[in-house]
């Protein structure tokens, strides 16, 4: 076989039935064959979409997500892709072409140093350099994708590699001396922690993405369930324990619940499962859970004291962990912390205000759609305030239905991510939660979207401000709304000005997101009344052969309560009513 | 705080520019990197020496240890092991000063490599300490070149 058929014949035997990608001179060998295999590949309109998906897919099902480009500028617009991925330990594979062997070093056409440019944003790459490489790459790379901390690998594929010939096959294992991620954890450490357990009296668990990522949601409950331990999540941690369950305390950090923040700064046991103390999570570090003894289960040995040091280290799976964890178990004596907990969730509700005349608030629509859907939908965001408000007002109850770019705040990241999770669950129905700012990122993979008859909901939030930015302008820059608004602006200060009557000032909606819609192929509603919110929702959701895009035209100084201002301690959120207008 | 840290890696391309960079990502210097094929050829072994903080230092070596390529990681602090530096040392020779520096060289168990007109070729390995000495001594002749290899490491036991 030559190394094109290789790949193919590689992927296929990983399991690989779609991918994403655009072609190009250096992997055109490849799209070749993969127009006659098994293997599906989706025409994306911009790389950075194909990498999106490839991660929208992985995260949703937990499969390795896999897409293709080209050389040069093919490769280069998967970075921020890539890069989203490792942030967030998504296994993923990207198959990148190369210009021929000789020519490398010369500048040649769509010529990039794909692996050095690569390098700190993969968990692995690779130049193959000869096809009889190719198998034993191709094995290694999705092993390494998807086991221990998983993350994207990179293999650059130089054309002529893709035309040799070789008598090497799919291999049937893999060597890799330096490679052994820790699965199971030390029995002697489990024990400590499940004495901790027992001997704490206000214990709190904070689960992360890696929940998600080892499938270990089952494990989480029945912890739960055995202890009665309130549970707080991540952003990357949201359906990895079930929001509607008493004992949980929905989202911790800078835009979490002022009730799960106030239980993590009061816990004397804080028990971190797959969780990496990232700072939007602490804040200031000093003060986060002072008092507390810190439990953290991580397969990532690096991952533990990093932020914080921990008293008691469990370095494996958490799957596995907790399922050891999980035999040995006992609660402790807890009653008074959870009356204390029950009390903080009732007396500090996620709220907001929506008056029958007034505009429209961006939670109303979100909660609006958990409704209608049940809370069973895979859901995407792009980032800003809408992703915090899908976090925070969307009851998020089953594991793998949440995909946001968390670690590395990708705009864009939505609808693509959305087009991926529609192929990964062909079944399920999926919401895209964009703003109006982010959803002109990537929004070219609407085509996509419509060529594959996704029935995809893309909800555009539109403030017809960047909403996150502007958020932070009022809070810490005096109000002054420097380039972030979207409009047309009167002044200085960024107001808005939306005169329909003008001549010269552009229109009210510019892009016209209905329009756009319509331009694409998909179905274009705009609401931008109360009344109107329900019957748009259950039209889009009647929808089965097309994506919908509507667009919400919402309150636009609506802001993102409570928050802990960055450097803050996370007790020390401030709300709304902290707050006047300046 | 100065580490001399040992890396067994991999011999395989990009390998050092992967443990290059996570040091200059976490904004280290490194004094001094030395790299070798070992017994097995399919293994090299790279003595880093660096100096910072013990508790990032902890970070960038567990960071080490994720690299693939990466076998082994060892922080030699404090640790029993050998540490050796190989220097060149072009310096003035004039008949007045041969002797004297042939006789330096000869406490210090260097070697003259090399003899011109003018100056000699001198290689001396050894200890930081040693070669400090010994560059010290020589200084006063004058020192036109030098290069040195930095630091390998290996551990006693």
Redo the contacts between chains.
């Keep these: 076989m030559n190394g094109a058929e290789l790949v193919i014949d590689c992927l296929q035997k990983e399991g690989v039935d779609v991918m994403f990608g655009f072609p190009g001179g250096s992997v055109l060998d490849i799209f070749d064959l993969l127009n006659k295999s098994e293997i599906k590949l989706v025409l994306v309109r911009h790389e950075q979409g194909a990498a999106h998906m490839a991660d929208g897919y992985a995260r949703s099902t937990g499969r390795v997500g896999v897409c293709i480009a080209t050389s040069g500028p093919g490769a280069t617009n998967l970075v921020t892709g890539i890069a989203t991925a490792y942030m967030d330990s998504i296994p993923m594979v990207a198959i990148t072409g190369q210009v021929p062997t000789p020519m490398i070093g010369n500048d040649a056409f769509q010529e990039a140093d794909v ?2 440019i690569t ?2 944003i993969t ?3 690779y ?1 193959v ?1 000869s096809t009889d490489e190719l198998p034993a790459v191709i094995k290694e790379a999705f092993y ?1 994708a998807r086991s221990g901390r998983p993350g994207p690998v990179v293999i650059d594929i130089p054309k002529d590699v893709q035309k040799a010939k070789s008598s090497k096959r799919y291999p049937e294992k893999h060597e ?4 052994k991620p820790t699965v199971e954890g030390h029995v002697r450490q489990i024990k400590k922690m499940a004495d901790a357990i027992k001997a704490a009296k206000r214990p709190i668990i904070y689960a992360g993405g890696g929940v998600l990522l080892s499938g270990a949601w089952d494990e989480l409950r029945e912890l739960v369930r055995k202890t009665g331990i309130p549970v707080t999540t991540t952003l990357m941690g949201l359906g990895a324990f079930d929001e509607a369950d008493p004992l949980s305390l929905k989202m911790l950090g800078m835009h979490g619940t002022k009730y799960a923040n106030l239980a993590v700064c009061e816990a004397d046991l804080v028990i971190a499962i797959g969780s990496r103390f990232d700072d939007r999570v602490t804040g200031r570090l000093d003060q986060f859970a002072a008092h507390a003894t810190f439990v953290h289960i991580d397969v ?3 991952s533990i004291s ?1 932020n914080i040091e921990v008293h008691i280290p469990v370095v494996g799976d958490c799957k596995h962990v907790l399922a050891k964890l999980n035999e040995i178990v006992e609660p402790g004596d807890y009653a008074a912390w959870i009356e204390k907990v029950a009390e903080w969730k009732a007396k500090y509700p996620l709220k907001y205000q929506q008056d029958e005349n007034g505009p429209i608030k961006p939670q109303y629509i979100i909660e609006r759609i958990c409704a209608a859907v049940n809370g069973n939908a895979v859901v995407t965001t792009d980032v800003g305030q809408h992703q915090m408000w899908a976090a925070q007002f969307f009851t998020h109850r089953y594991p793998r239905s949440f995909c946001s770019s968390g670690g590395l705040g990708t705009m864009g990241y939505g609808l693509p991510a959305a087009i991926g999770a529609q192929f990964g669950n062909p079944n399920k129905r999926v919401v895209c939660f964009a703003g109006d700012g982010s959803i002109q990122m990537n929004i070219q993979e609407l085509a996509t979207a419509v060529d594959h008859r996704l029935p995809i909901v893309v909800c555009i939030l539109d403030n017809r401000y960047l909403g996150m930015v502007r958020q932070w302008q009022r809070l810490f820059y005096g109000r002054n709304y420097a380039h972030t608004c979207l409009v047309d602006t009167a002044n200085r200060s960024g107001e808005p000005r939306i005169d329909p009557k003008s001549e010269s000032a552009p229109p009210p909606y510019h892009p016209d997101f209905v329009k756009l819609a319509d331009a694409y192929g998909a179905a274009g509603l705009r609401v931008d009344k109360l009344a109107g919110v329900q019957a748009a929702i259950d039209q889009a959701l009647a929808e089965t052969t097309r994506p919908t895009v509507i667009d919400f035209i919402v309150a636009p100084e609506e802001d993102v309560w409570p928050m802990v201002p960055s450097g803050a301690a996370i007790h020390e959120m401030i709300d709304e009513s902290d707050y006047t207008l300046l | 705080m100065k580490h001399i840290i040992s890396v067994l ?2 011999n395989k ?2 390998v050092l ?2 443990v290059a ?1 996570l040091f200059s ?1 976490r904004g280290f210097n490194i004094d001094s990197l030395s790299v070798g094929e070992t017994q097995d050829t399919s293994t090299s072994r790279m003595t880093i020496v660096v100096e910072g903080d013990d508790r990032v230092l902890e ?1 960038v070596t ?2 080490l ?8 990681v060892i922080d030699f602090q404090g640790g029993e092991f050998v540490d050796r530096e190989l220097v060149l040392i072009k310096v003035n020779a004039t008949a007045t000063t041969r002797a004297e520096i042939m006789q330096m060289v000869d406490i210090f168990r260097a070697r003259i490599v090399s003899v011109r007109e003018k100056h000699f070729t001198i290689e001396v390995t050894g200890t930081e300490d040693k070669i400090s000495a010994f560059l010290d001594l020589m200084r006063p002749f004058g020192i036109k070149e030098l290069a040195r290899t930095g630091k390998v490491a290996i551990a006693r036991a």
């Excluded at chain 1, 890799?176 to 490679?179: A, F, I």
């Design positions: 692996t050095g390098r700190p968990k692995h790459n130049l350099k390494i890799m001396p330096g490679y990532d040995p690096s990093k | 890696v991999q391309f990009g520019s992967r960079n990502a970070q567990k960071q240890n994720k690299l693939i390529d990466v076998i082994k």
